[in-house]
């Protein structure tokens, strides 16, 4: 009866990993350039082409629809990343070569904090998602759901309880947690008795990919500058 009831969630996971016909890429880095600049920790935020990803895009108003972590493996298994179909699984940076990428890189981990995080990552491979709860699968069949903005972040949490194996950004999120290391906390004003503001860590089932690209405490690298770019040596068309 187990086998029975997860497959209509393994049926809506093949639709909704299926690949458009309408992606763009407007700015893809070269695969040997993503490599040569990222260092373990790092965020690699995607923008996909599939039909989970639009749908990603509009609930979390972004251009990044999934995020993986940079672990420092050899090369085909750089990254850690929770997959739809596969779960949490280990792949290559060669995956999103066509595909609009961005580099999040945390600010001041020491190496003992770096580890923790790592092995968390490590450690979380092999998640599987809960298929048999198909209202994970099913709130991403409509392109545009018709959710009011303030609603949509919440939207990404409803269903089995645990999006952790839904939405690739929970887990990295929760390794980050390990630490105590903020990616985009709400900030509470302190009480008279108080000086400064107050960080209050959001619940990791919360946190999407845009979140690392607007957390005030993880750097945006850019491969291209980063590798000493110079206007003047471009050669533009008249």
């Given at each position: 009866?187990a086998h029975v009831?997860?497959l209509?969630?393994?049926a809506?996971a093949?639709?909704?990993?299926?690949?458009?016909?309408f992606?763009?890429?407007?700015?893809?880095i070269p695969?040997p350039?993503l490599?040569?600049?990222?260092r373990?920790?790092?965020?690699?935020l995607?923008?996909g082409?599939?039909?989970?990803?639009?749908?990603?895009k509009?609930l979390?108003h972004?251009?990044?629809s999934?995020?993986?972590?940079?672990?420092g493996?050899?090369?085909?298994g750089?990254?850690?990343e929770?997959?739809l179909?596969?779960?949490?699984?280990?792949?290559?940076l060669s995956a999103?070569?066509h595909?609009n990428?961005?580099i999040?890189r945390?600010v001041?981990?020491g190496?003992?904090?770096?580890?923790?995080?790592?092995?968390y990552?490590?450690?979380?491979v092999g998640?599987?998602?809960?298929l048999?709860?198909?209202?994970?699968?099913?709130?991403?069949l409509?392109?545009?759901?018709?959710v009011?903005?303030?609603f949509?972040?919440?939207?990404?949490a409803?269903?089995?309880?645990?999006?952790?194996?839904a939405?690739c950004s929970?887990v990295i999120?929760?390794?980050?947690?390990e630490?105590?290391y903020?990616?985009l906390p709400?900030v509470?004003?302190?009480s008279a008795?108080s000086?400064g503001e107050?960080?209050h860590i959001?619940h990791s089932?919360?946190f999407?990919?845009?979140d690392f690209?607007l957390?005030p405490?993880?750097?945006?690298?850019?491969?291209?500058l980063?590798?000493?770019?110079?206007?003047?040596?471009?050669?533009?068309?008249?």
């Amino acid at each position: 009866m187990a086998h029975v009831s997860r497959l209509p969630g393994k049926a809506i996971a093949r639709f909704l990993q299926k690949q458009t016909r309408f992606y763009q890429p407007f700015g893809v880095i070269p695969t040997p350039a993503l490599r040569a600049t990222l260092r373990p920790g790092d965020v690699l935020l995607v923008e996909g082409d599939r039909r989970i990803s639009a749908a990603i895009k509009y609930l979390t108003h972004s251009t990044w629809s999934h995020a993986a972590f940079y672990s420092g493996g050899p090369p085909g298994g750089e990254l850690i990343e929770a997959d739809l179909e596969e779960g949490v699984r280990i792949t290559g940076l060669s995956a999103y070569a066509h595909l609009n990428t961005r580099i999040c890189r945390p600010v001041g981990l020491g190496h003992d904090q770096l580890e923790v995080v790592i092995n968390y990552m490590q450690g979380a491979v092999g998640r599987q998602y809960d298929l048999r709860n198909v209202v994970d699968l099913a709130r991403y069949l409509l392109p545009r759901p018709p959710v009011p903005h303030r609603f949509r972040r919440r939207m990404l949490a409803l269903g089995s309880g645990d999006p952790t194996r839904a939405i690739c950004s929970t887990v990295i999120a929760e390794a980050f947690h390990e630490v105590h290391y903020p990616i985009l906390p709400d900030v509470v004003m302190g009480s008279a008795d108080s000086q400064g503001e107050i960080l209050h860590i959001r619940h990791s089932s919360l946190f999407t990919p845009r979140d690392f690209d607007l957390s005030p405490y993880f750097a945006v690298i850019k491969p291209t500058l980063e590798g000493g770019f110079d206007f003047r040596q471009l050669q533009l068309a008249e």
